[in-house]
């Protein structure tokens, strides 16, 4: 099975750095992507890491630690946009290769 | 971008009603799926689909639940029986590869109420 843990709440202010953390327990381990999730729509694509290390795109980067079990968003220059739920989702192999296993997401309220 | 299309956007049924939610998946893309999300919960895989068949189904897709490609551009999630459990966002996806790099897009949604 698989068990994936996110903060629950994050609050940062406008023009700040914030990291949300992701913990994950699998029995098989093809990626990991997060996701961001506005109020009433539907999760849009941010990053998907397989590899250990950074991805950086834009303003938004991606770590990941297979060995621990651990990932990251890390958001720059925080806009009031940003203001969503941060969905931390792993890609099963074999059996369960075609599902992705969610979070329960981490909301993110950015303040003046 | 092209989009992955949901009608409706919210579904009002009373208890042991059928609902059929309508999806069209981005064009060229081969995967289709359901996942749905109860308010306040994470979001939740049911079911995968491609050349027709079922290739994966979750727990929860039970025999209640059933998925079709009527045609050409619709994917379609027919509850046969509902039950007030079963309110919650319905969200289709679809990809254009089951790669595992390969990301989903995701429809806005249909909210299904069951009364």
């Known amino acids: 099975g698989q068990n994936i843990d996110q903060p629950t709440e994050m609050t940062a202010t406008e023009g700040a750095i914030v990291q949300i953390n992701c913990t994950y327990q699998t029995s098989g381990f093809n990626g990991l992507f997060w996701y961001q999730q506005h109020a009433g729509e539907a999760p849009t694509f941010l990053s998907y890491?397989?590899?250990?290390g950074l991805e950086e795109k834009g303003r938004f980067s991606s770590f990941l630690s297979r060995s621990k079990g651990y990932s990251y968003l890390l958001l720059k220059e925080l806009q009031m946009k940003d203001s969503a739920s941060y969905l931390c989702a792993v890609r099963g192999s074999g059996a369960g290769s075609y599902q992705l296993t969610f979070g329960k997401g981490t909301k993110l309220s950015v303040i003046p | 971008e092209p989009e992955v299309t949901q009608t409706p956007s919210h579904q009002v049924t009373q208890m042991g009603q059928e609902v059929i939610l309508r999806c069209v998946p981005i064009?060229?893309?081969?995967?289709f799926y359901w996942y749905r999300q109860i308010l306040g919960q994470k979001v939740e895989f049911l079911v995968s689909f491609y050349n027709n068949e079922i290739s994966e189904k979750s727990e929860i897709f039970d025999d209640q639940f059933s998925v079709e490609r009527p045609d050409g551009s619709n994917f379609t999630l027919k509850i046969r029986s509902t039950k007030l459990e079963d309110s919650a966002m319905y969200f289709c996806?679809?990809?254009?590869?089951?790669?595992?790099?390969?990301?989903?897009?995701f429809g806005s949604g249909t909210q299904l109420s069951v009364l």
């Open positions: 996806a679809s990809s254009e590869t089951a790669l595992s790099s390969e990301k989903l897009f």
């Open positions: 064009s060229n893309h081969l995967y």
């Open positions: 890491n397989v590899l250990d």
